[in-house]
């Protein structure tokens, strides 16, 4: 089956050219729909059910267990933020002294700043791998870094600023032989990508809910593997607890966490609105093949990459990348502010991270999208 423009699934007006996925997804009109539909049961509080609470987060995190190829649902669970997922993680890992954690250069600070946190703790140490000049060797990097001291590696599935895919399960093999924990931030892949816990066995997963899976900001997604099913959750309330489905036997306070995952879950994560939106984004998630989503993004996208790369606007190849997400370099001899300018002028619109022009697209977006954006940066560079 060969994926075609699916605008009609989205409220994008036809000037507009949306090529930052990335940063926000638009909303399916599906997704709309529930969200307002939702709503409107905020008026009627008297019809709402105690197994309203829960009953709609099990069918929620069923759906993200089978898009990520996951059995157990109890695995999964539904957070705030990366941030957050990434807190729980940190907050069950004891380190020595001297020991390492990798990351790779310029990484989303989310996936940072919990890890320079433990390592000033235990006065361990972070191990950045920097991007090489040829983007493919970048992999052989990070595996020359693992070694008996390294104690965890964190890292994107793909890098967030220019789309570079990071080989995941090379990764875990060199990470098992020194007993080290592998935690995937899969904000900007999952829902994208080919992705399978199965393949890859990671310790932890931890993704953005309002990118590639179209949910509304401040939701996300987190997948806890065996070692951290007895962990302690950063946050204590009522709903992580066993038995919490019993709603009038709340102050038998009970000391034992649901199994698994379910321990991590934020307070009030059976919200409303939220969790239907959710739902209705991953239902339209599911019916893409992931596959045949790159090859598609791929499609409309090659022409004006190789037209770009003629004028000095070159993007990394194929192979390496993402072809969903992926960062453009700005000639030095271009005013990127100019540029920045003419792109909103023009109604386009994308993301600019460190020395890339970081275009994302999705099925509501075709090659006139693309020659739009040539046309708009040729005329800055050529006048």
């Known amino acids: 089956m060969i994926l075609k423009s699916q605008q009609h699934l989205f409220n994008i007006s036809e000037d507009v050219a949306y090529l930052n996925t990335a940063s926000f997804s638009p909303a399916f009109k599906s997704v709309e729909a529930a969200g307002i539909e939702a709503i409107k049961h905020k008026t009627n509080p008297e019809l709402r059910l105690p197994s309203d609470l829960f009953d709609p987060v099990v069918e929620l995190r069923k759906l993200f267990a089978e898009l990520i190829d996951e059995d157990d649902y109890n695995r999964i669970v539904t957070m705030p933020s990366v941030s957050y997922g990434m807190a729980n993680i940190a907050n069950n890992i004891t380190l ?19 890890w320079e946190d433990i390592a000033l ?8 791998v920097d991007q090489p000049k040829n983007a493919e060797d970048w992999n052989t990097l990070i595996l020359k870094a693992i070694n008996p001291k390294t104690a965890l590696v964190s890292i994107g599935h793909l890098h967030w600023a220019n789309g570079i895919i990071f080989d995941l399960k090379a990764i875990r093999k060199k990470t098992r032989q020194h007993d080290a924990l592998f935690v995937i931030d899969g904000s900007q892949s999952v829902g994208a990508l080919p992705f399978s816990i199965k393949d890859i066995q990671p310790d932890a997963l931890i993704c953005a809910g309002y990118k590639w899976l179209f949910g509304p900001y401040g939701c996300a997604y987190g997948y806890f593997g065996p070692y951290f099913d007895n962990g302690k959750p950063i946050e204590q309330n009522w709903a992580n607890r066993l038995d919490s489905e019993n709603l009038s036997g709340l102050t038998a306070y009970q000391s034992e966490y649901k199994p698994k995952a379910n321990r991590y879950a934020v307070g009030e994560s059976g919200s409303f609105i939220y969790i239907q939106m959710q739902t209705a984004a991953l239902k339209e998630i599911l019916k893409i093949d992931s596959e045949e989503f790159q090859a598609y993004c791929h499609s409309v996208t090659e022409k004006t990459l190789n037209k770009l790369s003629a004028i000095g606007f070159e993007s ?8 969903h997400l992926f960062g453009i370099k700005i000639p030095k001899s271009v005013n990127t502010e100019t540029l920045k300018t003419e792109l909103k002028a023009n109604n ?7 020395k890339y022009m970081r275009v994302s697209c999705h099925l ?17 560079v050529n006048g």
Not at 96 to 114: A, D, M
Not at 316 to 323: I, M, N, T
Request: hydrophobic residues 35%; proline residues 3%.
């Open 121 to 128: 703790q235990y006065n361990a140490k972070i191990i950045t």
């Open 96 to 114: 020595k002294e001297g020991e390492e954690i990798i990351i790779v250069e310029e990484q989303f600070p989310s996936n940072y700043y919990n």
């Open 364 to 380: 509501f977006n075709n090659e006139t999208h693309f020659e739009k954006l040539f046309k708009v940066i040729n005329s800055v």
């Open 316 to 323: 990394d190849q194929p192979s390496a990348r993402a072809k």
């Open 348 to 354: 386009i619109h994308l993301s600019f991270r460190g």
